[in-house]
T-cell receptor
Framework: KAGVTQTPRYLIKTRGQQVTLSCSPI?????VSWYQQTPGQGLQFLFE???????NKGNFPGRFSGRQFSNSRSEMNVSTLELGDSALYLC?????????????FGPGTRLLVL | QKEVEQNSGPLSVPEGAIASLNCTYSDRGSQSFFWYRQYSGKSPELIMS????GDKEDGRFTAQLNKASQYVSLLIRDSQPSDSATYLCAVRYSSASKIIFGSGTRLSIRP
């Protein structure tokens, strides 16, 4: 099976711009989560989607939004970028069944805001 | 208050020894527990998941869960330099809740 894929891998933007990141989960996985990782804050949960519905949301401002499509692919959008949004954005797809569950991460999108 | 706590390290262990990584969590009803390894500049990769009290072994790795004491640990036997990485503990309360990560423990295996 192909792993989780994220595009683009690297991105440079300037303050005030907006950005859209894409994530394709592992085939058959219906849940996608997004995380922001920075050296200072570690891995912080942004949101989780399951079957096109946002199931959980982290403590991020409304500038951060996301969606999931019927094929489970997900996008996240950050509007009005700030310098502090520079981070590695990780997407993870998740599956569970009975007592089994697992979450696999994609390679991430490294965003630099200038 | 952080929900998942880990010692940030660095934890330095000689090659061939046992590395012991610990994690505590605050939500007593948590059901699923995970250990991830993250090399510098890479994304986290799942090492182990554990759901029931006791030990779970996979190769050189053993996860231990004690729900009464609210801690989960990871033992790495016969530590190798390639085990040098940051180890992230993650906890999920239920199948519909978000996964919460600890801040990670940096492990260094010295030759």
């Amino acid at each position: 099976k192909a792993g989780v894929t994220q595009t683009p891998r690297y991105l440079i933007k300037t303050r005030g711009q907006q950005v859209t990141l894409s994530c394709s989960p592992i085939s058959g996985h219906r849940s996608v989560s997004w995380y922001q990782q920075t050296p200072g804050q570690g891995l912080q949960f942004l949101f989780e989607y399951f079957s096109e519905t946002q199931r959980n949301k982290g403590n991020f401002p409304g500038r951060f939004s996301g969606r999931q499509f019927s094929n489970s692919r997900s996008e996240m959008n950050v509007s009005t970028l700030e310098l502090g949004d520079s981070a590695l954005y990780l997407c993870a797809s998740y599956t569970s069944g009975g007592s089994f569950e697992t979450q696999y991460f994609g390679p991430g999108t490294r965003l630099l805001v200038l | 208050q952080k929900e998942v706590e880990q010692n940030s390290g660095p934890l330095s262990v000689p090659e061939g020894a046992i590395a012991s990584l610990n994690c505590t969590y605050s939500d007593r009803g948590s059901q699923s527990f995970f250990w991830y390894r993250q090399y510098s500049g890479k994304s986290p990769e799942l090492i182990m998941s554990i759901y029931s009290n006791g030990d779970k072994e996979d190769g050189r790795f053993t996860a231990q869960l004690n729900k009464a004491s609210q801690y989960v640990s990871l033992l790495i036997r016969d530590s190798q330099p390639s085990d040098s990485a940051t180890y992230l503990c993650a906890v999920r309360y239920s199948s519909a809740s978000k996964i919460i990560f600890g801040s990670g423990t940096r492990l260094s295996i010295r030759p």
